[in-house]
């Protein structure tokens, strides 16, 4: 069997499991972005608590992902919830780190100008500091996601869901006939879906970037 | 008022008084305060001037006005109300703020950093939009054009304008300038401070502005405060006092040299007295010019075109050598001032002049008398006495303020707290 004929006979569970695969990533994202960037805004006024999220979000990241989902497994038992859990804690990093350099880039004067005219702490936050901060946050989601695109895959391990199931049922039956083709559909899956949240994040980034600070 | 806001049908809010009294900053670790017992009182729709050396705390005395800065012991009191301990929210809205470099925020339009303050402050939507085409007029730049720009595709001249509609938007009755024109070129900033001074008098908002150019103080200030190390006031008084008579030689080397010549600056040609010199006009008969030259006591007379504007200086051998033909007797006037003319200009003028005087005229042109060297050094003699006798008066009042607070210093905290 060709990878051709393999995809056109294996097309309906491939798309199911594309679909699961971003769907988790897509979730999980959501996810990150909100635990990231409100641990940034919490730390990133002090040296020390800035330091040190970074710090634990970059120790998560070390953790080898099989390992991470293992230890996950006894803890939370098999399927979704070690995933998720999985992937939230790595998307981190790029998100927490991004959002604290970026919220400390805004310019001091513009803060102290945002202070002066009366706007209060949150109304700064809202309107002033984190949409400045919000180009480079933007490219830290968007690493985190192709990050999480190729750890996504590692969760098929724990039965989650995504084309990691794919790559590790060809995994497991290497030298069988169709081992190579299922191996190659779902890195090629993940790759595709890679390249499409991409262009997403091209369009998001236009549409939610003001055109004063475009560069 | 201007009939803009007549437009919009509001009265706009004039200036309230600022008192400081006894401010201090204090930073944890500083052996000395950085801003040190200040008290100050400025009235309403006065423009004053904070002016001293870099880190003297000028700056710091200033944002503690709007509390951006909170101070370490004082009460400050705007409109006679004590605002030391109110929402500082609450209290910002009410004074305006621009600063160096404009801070106008990038990923809003000038529209949009213009409306902040009125949103903020629950203005109804049309009455937004209606403030911010006004504030736009009235800072001179064109609503239609400016509208939906955003601040980077502004020049540093036109933002720091932008900058200022957003501090008055709210049409607060304090506004506050941090050094607004240090970072624009010299001609943009005196186009700028000229700005400044036309919507003062518009608007009579009290305005506190800090530089360290002390030239701009003198150009822009009702009053100016020369602040010395931990703000300390070396002098607070009119420009012409402190270039005049300064209070000492703190004060003496930051004015700089060529006090008597910026004080030129200060007063215009209407203010001082001018000759009046004979003049005759193109038709006059022949006969009649030379009773006139006779008459002057100068022996030189004025001729004046059909439109009475100065034309020819004419003197007694004039007329002969050119053989009683007038277009070919006496010179031209080849510079002429106008009332509003500075000193330093009249001055300049005649400096030039090769009979040390120049005629002054009137808005069409027209002559209105002369000025020559005699008088313009009697004026200035005139204007630096008086000048003298007002600065000695405000310097007692300064030291008596000075030795109250050393009476209270050393009485220590009890005495204070009294106070």
Same mark, same amino acid.
């Given at each position: 069997?060709?990878?051709?004929?393999?995809?056109?006979? =294996?097309?309906?569970?491939?798309? &199911?499991?594309?679909?699961?695969?971003?769907?988790?990533?897509?979730?999980?994202?959501?996810?990150?972005?909100?635990?990231?960037?409100?641990?940034?805004?919490?730390?990133?006024?002090?040296?020390? &608590?800035?330091?040190?999220?970074?710090?634990?979000?970059?120790?998560?990241?070390?953790? #080898?992902? *099989?390992?991470?989902? %293992?230890?996950?497994? #006894?803890?939370?038992?098999?399927?979704?919830?070690?995933?998720?859990?999985?992937?939230?804690?790595?998307?981190?990093?790029?998100?927490?780190?991004?959002?604290?350099?970026?919220?400390?880039?805004?310019?001091?004067?513009?803060?102290?100008?945002?202070?002066?005219?009366?706007?209060?702490?949150?109304?700064?936050?809202?309107?002033?500091?984190?949409? *400045?901060?919000? #180009?480079?946050?933007?490219?830290?989601? =968007?690493?985190?996601?192709?990050?999480?695109?190729?750890?996504?895959?590692? &969760?098929?391990?724990?039965?989650? #869901?995504? *084309? %990691?199931?794919?790559?590790?049922?060809?995994?497991?039956?290497? %030298?069988?006939?169709?081992?190579?083709?299922?191996?190659?559909?779902?890195?090629? %899956?993940?790759?595709?879906?890679?390249?499409?949240?991409?262009?997403?994040?091209?369009?998001?980034? =236009?549409?939610?970037?003001? =055109?004063?600070?475009?560069? | 008022?201007?009939?803009?806001?007549?437009?919009?049908?509001?009265?706009?809010?004039?200036?309230?008084?600022?008192?400081?009294?006894?401010?201090?900053?204090?930073? /944890? @670790?500083?052996?000395?305060?950085?801003?040190?017992? $200040?008290?100050?009182?400025?009235?309403?729709?006065?423009?004053?001037?904070?002016?001293?050396?870099?880190?003297?705390?000028?700056?710091?005395?200033?944002?503690?006005?709007?509390?951006?800065?909170?101070?370490?012991?004082?009460?400050?009191?705007?409109?006679?109300?004590?605002?030391?301990?109110?929402?500082?929210?609450?209290?910002?809205?009410?004074?305006?703020?621009?600063?160096?470099?404009?801070?106008?925020?990038?990923?809003?339009?000038?529209?949009?950093?213009?409306?902040?303050?009125?949103?903020?402050?629950?203005?109804?939507?049309?009455?937004?939009?209606?403030?911010?085409?006004?504030?736009?007029?009235?800072?001179?730049?064109?609503?239609?054009?400016? !509208?939906?720009?955003?601040?980077?595709?502004?020049?540093?001249?036109?933002?720091?304008?932008?900058?200022?509609?957003?501090?008055?938007?709210?049409?607060?009755? $304090?506004?506050?300038?941090?050094? /607004?024109?240090?970072?624009?070129?010299?001609?943009?900033?005196?186009?700028?401070?000229?700005?400044?001074?036309?919507?003062?008098?518009?608007?009579?908002?009290?305005?506190?502005?800090?530089?360290?150019?002390?030239?701009?103080?003198?150009?822009?200030?009702?009053?100016?405060?020369?602040?010395?190390?931990?703000?300390?006031?070396?002098?607070?008084?009119? /420009?012409?006092?402190?270039?005049?008579? /300064?209070?000492?030689?703190?004060?003496?080397?930051?004015?700089?040299?060529?006090?008597?010549?910026?004080?030129?600056?200060?007063?215009?040609?209407?203010?001082?007295?001018?000759?009046?010199?004979?003049?005759?006009?193109?038709?006059?008969?022949?006969?009649?010019?030379?009773?006139?030259?006779?008459?002057?006591?100068?022996?030189?007379?004025?001729?004046?075109?059909?439109?009475?504007?100065?034309?020819?200086?004419?003197?007694?051998?004039?007329?002969?050598?050119?053989?009683?033909?007038?277009?070919?007797?006496?010179?031209?006037?080849?510079?002429?001032?106008?009332?509003?003319?500075?000193?330093?200009?009249?001055?300049?003028?005649?400096?030039?002049?090769?009979?040390?005087?120049?005629?002054?005229? @009137?808005?069409?042109?027209?002559?209105?008398?002369?000025?020559?060297?005699?008088?313009?050094?009697?004026?200035?003699?005139?204007?630096?006495?008086?000048?003298?006798?007002?600065?000695?008066?405000?310097? !007692?009042?300064?030291?008596?303020?000075?030795?109250?607070?050393?009476?209270?210093?050393?009485?220590?905290? @009890?005495?204070?707290?009294?106070?």
């Amino acid at each position: 069997m060709t990878f051709w004929e393999y995809l056109g006979y =294996r097309h309906q569970q491939l798309l &199911a499991d594309a679909y699961q695969h971003a769907s988790a990533v897509f979730q999980c994202m959501v996810l990150a972005t909100a635990i990231g960037v409100l641990v940034g805004v919490v730390t990133y006024r002090s040296d020390w &608590a800035g330091n040190l999220a970074t710090t634990a979000t970059s120790t998560i990241l070390t953790i #080898p992902s *099989l390992a991470m989902i %293992g230890l996950l497994i #006894p803890v939370v038992g098999l399927g979704v919830p070690p995933t998720v859990i999985a992937l939230t804690l790595y998307g981190l990093l790029p998100i927490v780190r991004n959002a604290i350099v970026g919220l400390r880039g805004v310019d001091p004067a513009l803060v102290d100008a945002a202070r002066g005219i009366g706007m209060s702490g949150p109304m700064r936050l809202l309107r002033v500091e984190l949409p *400045l901060a919000w #180009p480079p946050i933007l490219t830290g989601i =968007r690493v985190s996601t192709q990050m999480l695109m190729g750890i996504a895959a590692i &969760a098929a391990y724990a039965s989650g #869901p995504g *084309l %990691g199931n794919e790559i590790f049922r060809g995994l497991a039956s290497l %030298g069988s006939k169709n081992a190579l083709n299922q191996v190659l559909a779902g890195t090629l %899956g993940i790759i595709i879906l890679a390249l499409l949240f991409d262009a997403a994040y091209v369009l998001i980034g =236009r549409l939610t970037i003001p =055109r004063g600070i475009r560069v | 008022m201007s009939e803009t806001s007549a437009r919009t049908g509001d009265t706009a809010t004039h200036g309230a008084s600022i008192e400081l009294e006894n401010l201090t900053k204090r930073y /944890p @670790g500083g052996q000395q305060p950085a801003v040190d017992n $200040v008290s100050m009182e400025i009235k309403a729709g006065e423009t004053v001037i904070f002016v001293g050396p870099s880190g003297c705390g000028k700056s710091t005395t200033l944002k503690m006005i709007n509390r951006l800065i909170e101070p370490t012991g004082g009460r400050i009191r705007i409109d006679g109300e004590d605002v030391t301990d109110i929402d500082p929210v609450r209290l910002r809205r009410k004074v305006g703020y621009a600063i160096q470099s404009s801070g106008l925020f990038p990923h809003m339009t000038v529209a949009q950093n213009i409306a902040l303050v009125p949103k903020m402050t629950g203005w109804p939507k049309k009455r937004i939009r209606d403030r911010v085409e006004e504030m736009l007029d009235l800072v001179g730049l064109d609503p239609g054009e400016f !509208h939906g720009r955003y601040p980077r595709q502004l020049s540093g001249g036109q933002q720091q304008r932008v900058g200022v509609a957003r501090a008055l938007a709210a049409d607060p009755p $304090v506004l506050l300038m941090d050094e /607004p024109f240090g970072a624009v070129d010299p001609i943009t900033r005196d186009h700028l401070q000229d700005e400044l001074i036309r919507l003062q008098h518009e608007l009579h908002k009290t305005i506190v502005f800090v530089t360290h150019d002390f030239d701009e103080a003198i150009k822009l200030g009702d009053r100016i405060a020369v602040l010395r190390e931990r703000s300390h006031i070396a002098q607070f008084d009119t /420009p012409e006092a402190i270039l005049t008579n /300064p209070a000492d030689d703190f004060v003496s080397g930051f004015v700089g040299a060529g006090a008597a010549l910026k004080r030129l600056n200060l007063t215009r040609v209407r203010d001082v007295e001018m000759q009046d010199y004979p003049t005759v006009t193109l038709d006059t008969p022949l006969q009649q010019i030379f009773t006139a030259i006779r008459g002057s006591g100068t022996n030189e007379i004025l001729l004046l075109d059909k439109r009475h504007r100065p034309y020819k200086w004419l003197r007694r051998g004039d007329l002969m050598r050119a053989k009683g033909s007038l277009a070919r007797a006496g010179t031209l006037v080849h510079d002429t001032v106008t009332r509003d003319a500075t000193l330093r200009d009249a001055l300049e003028a005649v400096l030039t002049d090769n009979a040390g005087r120049v005629a002054v005229t @009137g808005r069409r042109g027209e002559y209105i008398g002369v000025v020559d060297m005699e008088t313009l050094m009697n004026s200035v003699h005139e204007l630096l006495e008086a000048d003298r006798l007002e600065a000695m008066e405000a310097q !007692h009042e300064l030291e008596e303020t000075r030795a109250q607070q050393t009476h209270q210093e050393q009485e220590g905290p @009890g005495g204070v707290t009294k106070a």
